[in-house]
């Protein structure tokens, strides 16, 4: 084990904190922290891809844990991963997508781990088909406060497994899982592109092609205003089975060569995304994506980002705020108009923003997605981004929407408790297995899930 004090921050790199790091490489470094905490409160954190301070903790600790990323086993006849929580998506692509599986549900970056998945209830593209990550997790398990380890499934232990999944890491260390993986013929996504020349297009395509599509996202024009408020490429596609494959793929339909990755060494002017630039390569991206079918590979359909270590720092910095809003199907168009027409009226140049439809909610008591479409906005951490981030909260508020915890930076305890319905639930199961207030973190502080620091500590 290594103790650390040093500043670091979320993928937004807003804000950044000063913490004490804690390094645990094995089950037993878990357990010896936790009986004699070097810190007072704890947090623990896999590969930082959440956006705020969910995996920050203000002068305590943070539990890093991605060395503990073994494969434990392994049954290809159910598809069922077991595997520590420090396991990455990135690690289950590169070892299981040869083999015809992949993971049943994923973000936009393949750079999280299996218990940062667990822990935010991730969701994907598929969602409006499959659900959260949480849907395809067998069982977990979790250390509590008290060094036990608790096997939590939908069926044993229920009200841990319910306040685990989504429960961003304050209910104890996720230390393994297994977790169902989905069959493949191949690395190929057929991609059906649309472009939607305004906001109702784009809900239109949705809900002509979702039913057909198992994946499906937008590209979204943050930028565009009056009748083109919302302009999108609309994206919908599925893995192709191999015998649809163009006959150069058919030989190895599971192979893809890689691909270099491209790299931001340092971080960017604080000028550099403007709504100049921004302008310009939304107007080049949109003409680019005419209406079209083609072949990609799932990398880069699904993780388009990744293919550029350290995107983030494009931002400058003061890094940025990814803000990300749900509003249900009843709301849901009303709803973004009213956001996307205030971000435009702000002047502010969101780089990327990503729209998608969703579908049930998931199985945590604070999972994120229910029936609906969220939109990603990414927005630079301007000194005023809390106020103009509570003008957005409103909005959300009130059309019945919610925000998604692990993107959040700004919010409040009041909009938090109004966009939650079971928060009691989830804070008396903490409770029981937290008594002493061991896990918490900056955000769990700013938002009344954990109480606040000691004086001193």
């Avoid at 977990?140 to 999944?165: E, K, W, Y």
């Avoid at 945590?364 to 957005?392: C, K, Q, Y």
């Avoid at 959300?396 to 915890?405: E, F, I, K, T």
Wanted: proline letters at 6%.
């Amino acid at each position: 084990m290594r103790h650390l004090t040093r500043e670091i921050g979320g993928w937004g790199n807003f804000p950044r904190e000063r913490c004490q790091l804690l390094r645990a490489e094995r089950t037993a470094h878990v357990a010896e922290i936790l009986r004699e905490p070097p810190a007072a409160t704890c947090i623990p954190r896999g590969l930082g891809r959440s956006y705020g301070d969910a995996a920050l903790n203000r002068d305590a600790g943070v539990l890093l844990l991605e060395k503990m990323d073994r494969f434990l086993a392994w049954d290809p006849a159910t598809a069922v991963l077991d595997c520590e929580a420090g396991a990455s998506l990135a690690a289950v692509v590169r070892h299981f997508l040869p083999r015809g599986f992949f993971p049943p549900v994923t973000p936009g970056t393949r750079f999280v781990t299996i218990g940062g998945a667990i822990a935010a209830d991730v969701h994907g593209k598929n969602h409006h088909r499959d659900g959260t990550f949480g849907r395809h997790l067998l069982d977990l398990h979790l250390m509590t406060a008290a060094g036990d380890i608790l096997r939590c499934s939908p069926t044993q232990n229920a009200d841990a497994f319910h306040a685990t999944v989504g429960g961003m890491g304050l209910t104890g260390v996720i230390l393994r899982a297994r977790v169902k993986l989905a069959p493949v013929e191949s690395a190929w996504v057929e991609v059906n592109y649309t472009r939607a020349p305004n906001l109702d297009a784009a809900l239109d395509q949705f809900a002509a092609g979702d039913a057909s599509h198992r994946y499906s996202v937008a590209w979204i024009d943050a930028l565009a205003t009056g009748a083109s408020l919302g302009r999108s490429v609309v994206m919908q596609g599925d893995f192709l089975p191999r015998n649809r494959l163009p006959d150069k793929l058919r030989e190895r339909p599971l192979h893809v060569r890689p691909k270099r990755r491209k790299r931001v060494p340092a971080f960017w002017p604080g000028w550099a995304l403007n709504r100049i630039s921004v302008r310009a390569f939304n107007t080049l991206f949109y003409a680019r994506h005419a209406d079209a079918t083609r072949i990609v590979d799932a990398g880069s359909f699904f993780y388009p980002l990744d293919a550029i270590d350290h995107w983030n720092r494009l931002y400058g910095r003061r890094g940025f705020v990814q803000y990300q809003a749900l509003f249900p199907r009843e709301t849901s168009r009303a709803g973004h108009v009213k956001l996307l027409e205030r971000l435009s009226a702000s002047r502010r140049a969101s780089f990327l923003a990503v729209l998608k439809s969703t579908g049930e909610q998931g199985p945590g008591l604070l999972s994120f997605p229910l029936p609906g479409h969220t939109l990603a906005l990414d927005l630079p951490a301007r000194a005023d981004i809390r106020a103009f981030a509570a003008e957005l909260d409103r909005i959300v508020l009130d059309h019945g929407g919610r925000l998604y915890l692990a993107k959040d930076a700004c919010t409040t305890p009041a909009a938090l408790r109004a966009m939650y319905p079971r928060l009691d639930e989830f804070l008396a199961v903490k409770a029981r297995l937290d008594p002493r207030g061991l896990f918490s973190s900056s955000q769990a502080r700013r938002l009344g899930l954990a109480p606040p620091a000691a004086e001193g500590a």
